[in-house]
């Protein structure tokens, strides 16, 4: 499955953005999905995740509350909420797929930047 990140852009704190990641080559109903997020001069890093029949949605300590991860199936789509942005929210964010017969996720979309200014 290829995966394709989009909606990342500069903003100022407080605001919102929406990101998008849309498969193709699979239908997405197989895996579960999560995104990630890689901040300059730090590690990758769990975001948000959510399970292939949207059972089960988890979300890292830093953006409960103010993000949401959803899924769209039919068109091939999760998508991520991010409100009230802060500085420390700034990173290319990265969609991902993991098949439900794995405990890794296998494959990634090219990301997406965010910069959140003060």
């Known amino acids: 499955v290829q995966l394709q990140a989009s909606g990342g852009g500069s903003l100022q704190a407080g605001g919102s953005l929406r990101l998008s990641c849309v498969a193709s080559?699979?239908?997405?109903?197989?895996?579960?999905m999560g995104w990630f997020r890689q901040a300059p001069g730090k590690e990758r890093e769990f975001v948000a995740s959510?399970?292939?029949?949207?059972?089960?949605?988890n979300y890292a300590t830093s953006v409960k509350g103010r993000f949401t991860i959803s899924r769209d199936d039919g068109k091939n789509t999760v998508h991520l909420q991010m409100n009230s942005l802060k500085p420390e929210d700034t990173a290319i964010y990265y969609c991902?797929?993991?098949?439900?017969?794995?405990?890794?996720?296998?494959?990634w979309g090219q990301g997406t930047l965010v910069t959140v200014s003060s």
């Open positions: 080559g699979r239908t997405l109903r197989s895996y579960h």
């Open positions: 991902g797929a993991k098949s439900i017969l794995t405990s890794e996720y296998g494959y």
């Open positions: 959510i399970t292939r029949n949207s059972a089960a949605i």
